[in-house]
Antibody
Framework: EVQLVESGGGLVQPGRSLKLSCAAS????????MAWVRQAPKKGLEWVAT????????YYPDSVKGRFTISRDNAKSSLYLQMNSLKSEDTATYYC???????????WGQGVMVTVSS | DIQLTQSPSTLPASLGERVTISCRAS??????LNWYQQKPDGTVKRLIY???TLESGVPSRFSGSGSGTDYSLSISSLESEDFAMYYC?????????FGGGTKLELK
């Protein structure tokens, strides 16, 4: 069974950094593109980042480009999201997601909450 | 960026009713469209990928169709567990974008 378990969320001050982790199990992690998706309170879903199987290619929307970095450790079956220069608008639940049948976000984690506030 | 306009934003419906949710893209997305269901506890599940392929384990009352810029999700006969939020996603071009969501609620 595919499992994705996020961790590392919490309360952080504006301008500070936070690193999220996603532990994957139930599949060969190194074979799949992975991604992060977020949802601000009472808002819709927003794609945040995608990483290729080897980690050599990464993709971001303008809203986080230059501040967020997605990475992976295939030996540990883990996905990461380093978030720097955090803003109040980054407050959201962050989901880890896996590609499936060549299409994005086929499997989702349960999400982890990040609150950016002073 | 490609904008996805979902309609309606809220859809009151009854058990057993057939409903359709629309997703219109600002430019052609060549069938690169998925549908997701989100329950009140935050759990997200993919229902349909590549416009019309039903995810394994998803009931056959769900179906997807469309082409070019116009896509839709239909539920043939609503059951209680179907009342949730629904989102479309385009992955034809970066940045990938979601529609604004449709809340399917019990009338």
């Amino acid at each position: 069974e595919v499992q994705l378990v996020e961790s590392g969320g919490g309360l952080v001050q504006p301008g500070r950094s936070l690193k999220l982790s996603c532990a994957a199990s139930g599949f060969t992690f190194s074979n799949y593109y992975m991604a992060w998706v977020r949802q601000a309170p009472k808002k819709g879903l927003e794609w945040v980042a995608t990483i290729s199987t080897s980690g050599s290619r990464t993709y971001y929307p303008d809203s986080v480009k230059g501040r967020f970095t997605i990475s992976r450790d295939n030996a540990k079956s883990s996905l990461y999201l380093q978030m720097n220069s955090l803003k109040s608008e980054d407050t959201a639940t962050y989901y880890c997601a896996r590609r499936h049948y060549g299409s994005p976000f086929g499997y989702w984690g349960q999400g982890v909450m990040v609150t950016v506030s002073s | 960026d490609i904008q996805l306009t979902q309609s309606p934003s809220t859809l009151p419906a009854s058990l057993g009713e057939r409903v359709t949710i629309s997703c219109r893209a600002s430019q052609s997305i060549s069938n690169s469209l998925n549908w997701y269901q989100q329950k009140p506890d935050g759990t997200v599940k993919r229902l349909i990928y590549s416009t019309s392929t039903l995810e394994s384990g998803v009931p056959s009352r769900f179906s997807g169709s469309g082409s070019g810029t116009d896509y839709s999700l239909s539920i043939s006969s609503l059951e209680s567990e179907d009342f949730a939020m629904y989102y479309c996603l385009q992955y034809a071009t970066y940045p990938w974008t979601f529609g604004g969501g449709t809340k399917l609620e019990l009338k």
